[in-house]
């Protein structure tokens, strides 16, 4: 049984829909990417997978089960981790707080889960006491991460973790991205970095005007001439 | 020294009072306005809510704090703090949740709590009626005279049971409060929304809960204010109906939705109060030999009469509405 399944999603803000008809599959090992131009509806698809938008037609289903428009808080319960382009952290607490917000449904989770976060993180266990709002962008992209780590979600959703970073910082993320996905998280992100994100993709699905137009392997996706014309940039 | 200890009494002692109750009354002003983002302006009548609670029940047993030497209504504070906590979890179900539900903009919410506001007043006068009423029913209050140790002081300092109880339960209030927010999974989550309500739901706070949790404190908090008032005053139906212009005042000062700012401008604003009709002819009377005679100081010398205190938490927060409309700690603007 795929880990994520979406069939033919339709949704939207009010009566104008910005999907029309998404398929998506993702097994719980993989790595899917969302690419496609701007307002291609990349990040609203991912919204919709986390319940922040109204899905009017067609269905997603977590583990078989339907979950189409239950709220979020009902999702992390579920095992879904959604980390937000912008604010995505809590800036007037401090690091170890935003974390622990992360666990905030497995109080009983929070010392173990820090140990591990900030193993995984070191530069957060320096820090850890700092609010998250003084910390620079990158810095943030990992409190975020280890926030949804916090509740050790089986789905992790990223909305362009990459998103403003120096190419420095944007490895790092993906290396990241691909050490959780190593310990048995699936990975689904939206990225303007498509080269380098279906580079490491299991999975991409190229969108287009809120429907998939070339759905592949990551590395079928950029060797396929066409993707690499319309939507690579050459 | 007669002089200072007038203005020990007029000064020092009436402005932490009012000091006190405004903070506590701007704490739940600013922490209901950081979780749901509007003004609360029936605030007011839940702190005369609660101070009715206090007298309904200090009139159904007078005799209970007789036996431990407490106030009886300080004794019915308690119980009287859940009740004003569980009215305002039902005001919030009944009248703003449904508000929210529709995705209203917060200048609807305020309307709706003005609403509010004059129900609880008109249900307050049907129970209690329109005139004043001690919540000492069946004890005295106790009046405490100072003497100051000083050659020549015949002017004692004036305290009364209920302000000492009232400084007393402020600081315990505020510390509570700080642990809460700081060290509870609960007061952390409500930081964390007040911050990024978007965020919190997304890792997995119920903000249902939150926002109950932030009724019940405002109100708990509210029934206190409005319990020690009464008790150091009487206890009136539109009592701290007119306090809500300081207490906006405080939380605005303090930098809305900032509850240590808030404690700060209550305090700001009831000694700003007190020194404003304060007259300080006293305190230059000691001096007046040494004044050129041709000086000749009005005999009284305050900035306003105390009819018009009103004006001086007005005055305070058109100021900081136009210096510093973030307030003293950084808040956010409404």
């Known amino acids: 049984m795929p880990l994520l399944e979406a069939r033919d999603v339709h949704g939207g803000y009010g009566s104008m829909n910005i999907l029309n008809g998404v398929n998506m599959t993702l097994e719980a090992d993989e790595v899917g990417v969302i690419v496609g131009p ?14 922040q938008l109204h899905v009017n037609q067609g269905e997603i289903l977590l583990l078989g089960e339907p979950i189409h428009n239950l709220p979020p808080n009902k999702l992390v319960q579920r095992g879904m981790g959604f980390i937000p382009q912008e604010k995505n952290v809590f800036p007037s607490l401090s690091v170890q707080e935003n974390l622990e917000m992360g666990a905030f449904l497995k109080p009983h989770n929070v010392k173990r889960m820090l140990a591990q976060v900030y193993d995984f993180f070191p530069p957060l266990y320096e820090k850890r006491r700092q609010p998250a709002g003084e910390l620079s962008g990158g810095q943030r992209q990992m409190v975020a991460m280890g926030r949804a780590l916090m509740a050790e979600p089986s789905l992790l959703l990223l909305d362009e973790p990459t998103a403003g970073l120096s190419p420095l910082y944007m490895n790092d993320i993906f ?12 990975i689904l992100m939206v990225e303007q970095n498509a080269k380098q994100a279906l580079a490491i993709a299991d999975k991409g699905f190229v969108l287009a005007a809120g429907q998939n137009r070339f759905t592949d392997t990551g590395e079928a996706l950029l060797a396929d001439p066409d993707v690499a014309k319309s939507f690579l940039g050459g | 020294m007669n002089e200072l200890v007038f203005f020990i009494n007029n000064v020092v002692v009436a402005g932490s009072v009012s000091g006190s109750i405004y903070a506590i009354g701007a704490v739940g002003v600013t922490l209901i306005f950081s979780i749901m983002r509007f003004a609360h302006f029936a605030h007011a009548d839940l702190m005369t809510f609660g ?22 209504a300080l004794i019915m504070l308690p119980l009287a703090m859940v009740l004003t906590a569980a009215l305002a979890v039902g005001i919030d179900k009944v009248f703003y949740k449904p508000l929210r539900a529709h995705g209203v903009k917060p200048i609807v919410m305020v309307i709706g709590s003005l609403g509010v506001t004059l129900i609880l007043q008109g249900l307050i006068r049907l129970f209690a009626g329109t005139s004043g009423q001690s919540l000492y029913v069946d ?13 020549g002081v015949r002017v004692p300092v004036v305290i009364t049971e209920p302000q000492l109880y009232l400084f007393v339960i402020t600081l315990v209030a505020v510390i509570a409060l700080h642990l809460f927010l700081n060290r509870s999974r609960l007061g952390k989550a409500m930081r964390a929304m007040s911050d990024n309500p978007e965020l919190a739901q997304a890792s997995g706070i119920n903000t249902n809960l939150i926002v109950a949790v932030t009724w019940v404190i405002a109100g708990g908090l509210a029934a206190i204010a409005g319990t020690l008032l009464s008790l150091d005053v009487t206890f009136k139906p539109d009592l701290s ?33 007190s020194l404003a009709v304060f007259n300080w002819n006293i305190l230059l009377r000691p001096f007046r030999d040494s004044f050129p005679a041709w000086l000749e100081l009005p005999t009284d010398l305050a900035f306003v009469s105390t009819e018009y205190k009103i004006v001086v938490p007005f005055f305070i927060l058109v100021a900081i509405l136009i210096w510093r409309p973030t307030g003293l700690f950084k808040g956010k603007v409404i």
Do not use: C, W
Request: glycine share 14%.
């Open chain 1, 38 to 51: 701007n307002g291609a509806g990349k990040s609203t698809m991912l919204k919709a997978i986390f319940g």
């Open chain 1, 175 to 186: 290396d990241r991205v691909k050490e959780i996905n190593a310990a048995g998280v699936g």
């Open chain 2, 51 to 72: 101070a009715l609670m206090a007298l309904l029940l200090s009139t159904a047993f007078p005799a209970a704090g007789a036996s431990i030497g407490i106030p009886t």
């Open chain 2, 139 to 151: 004890d005295r209050k106790e009046i405490f005279r100072l003497a100051l140790p000083f050659d």
């Open chain 2, 241 to 273: 109906f007119f306090l809500l212009l300081p207490i906006f005042a405080a939380a605005i000062v303090g930098g809305v939705g900032h509850p240590y700012g808030a404690i700060a401008g209550g305090f700001v604003v009831g000694f700003a109060e």
